[in-house]
């Protein structure tokens, strides 16, 4: 039985045990979600989703210790690379971690071109009342929720592939991949 309870924490992602009793509702399809994620990894830069209307934005909240998070990164990592910046913008944000667990998550990954928040004091995350990692938001081109998912598994990639083709310009989707 608890092998079943971890293979499907596995598949459908990591509940936040010990969680805040006043957790803050996350945003909804439709709304637009809190704009301020913290700053960029590697700089002073502050992440304001209002920097990025006119593209589809990938906010996703992970951690290091949860391996459906470390699955779902490279694969938004190649969206942003086939997609590239000017129509997408994927940002990881980590959750409640040290420093240190999420320069480690960095290091091992460093190929992987997104961008990288590193949230300690849970600022972020509480804003978005995350109480289950991964939980990715989908933000349109005009900065509203277009798509909220909890949990990762291979099985959803064909149903999240088709949201994000939804959402993208017309010349974008015709053009060659990465260019």
């Known amino acids: 039985m608890i092998k079943q309870i971890l293979w499907g924490m596995a598949l459908c992602g990591c509940a936040l045990a010990g969680m805040a009793a006043e957790l803050k509702p996350q945003p909804k399809v439709g709304e637009v979600p809190p704009p301020m994620l913290g700053k960029l990894h590697g700089g002073n830069t502050q992440v304001n989703l209002a920097d990025y209307r006119g593209k589809v934005v990938i906010v996703t909240f ?69 109480n289950s990692l991964p939980n990715m938001f989908v933000i349109d081109r005009d900065g509203k929720i277009a798509h909220v998912h909890r949990g990762y598994s291979e099985e959803m990639l064909e149903g999240f592939i088709a949201e994000i083709m939804d959402l993208l310009p017309e010349e974008v989707l015709k053009r060659p991949a990465g260019a």
Do not use: T
Not at 97 to 116: G, H, I, Q, T
């Open 62 to 130: 992970w951690a290091s210790w949860c391996g459906p998070c470390r699955r779902e990164l490279p694969v938004l990592a190649r969206f942003q690379q086939v997609i590239g910046h000017d129509a997408l913008e994927v940002i990881a944000v980590n959750f409640k971690e040290p420093r240190s667990d999420f320069l480690n998550v960095l290091r091992a990954n460093r190929k992987l071109d997104m961008n990288y928040v590193h949230d300690g004091k849970g600022i972020a995350s509480d804003e978005y009342g995350v």
